[in-house]
């Protein structure tokens, strides 16, 4: 016993352990380059070159161009996503507000030619006014 050795692989829940701690760490760089060229693009206040230059020294060194991007940049990431963020909300509310806003018009023809068949009904419009009228509608 004294003259073996014991290696953490020859516990197989511990080498089962260190394959899923590699591919949670790659998922997790995958992520964080995927949101650094996201943030290098979404910058609006920084230059098409600026921009090239981060993606270049991005890819050319990796590990230190991200190191180097979260230290100089990183700070205002999160204010440029929540800024992105209240945008879209912006922009999708306003399209809510137009689009409930004005009926469409397969509903204003229904809400008319209902309007018309009660003033018919009522004796208001005589069948030939009716007539006229649902026909203006429909074109």
Not at 70 to 84: N, S
Not at 89 to 104: D, H, L, M, V
């Amino acid at each position: 016993m004294a003259g073996s050795v014991y290696l953490a692989y020859d516990y197989p829940v511990l080498g089962a352990f260190w394959t899923v701690m590699w591919i949670f760490l790659w998922v997790m760089w995958l992520i964080l380059l995927f949101r650094i060229v996201i943030d290098i693009f979404r910058d609006h206040e920084m230059s098409g070159w600026a921009k090239a230059a981060w993606l270049l020294f991005l890819f050319l060194i990796p590990f230190l161009g991200a190191l180097v991007y979260v230290i100089a940049r990183g700070k205002h990431m999160g204010k440029r996503e929540i800024k992105h963020a209240q945008e879209q909300q912006e922009a999708f509310n306003a399209y809510i507000r137009e689009t409930a806003k004005s009926p469409g018009p397969a509903k204003a023809n229904a809400d008319d030619l209902y309007k018309l068949s009660e003033l018919k009904a009522k004796g208001e419009l005589s069948e030939e006014e009716y007539q006229q009228a649902k026909q203006k509608l429909l074109t």
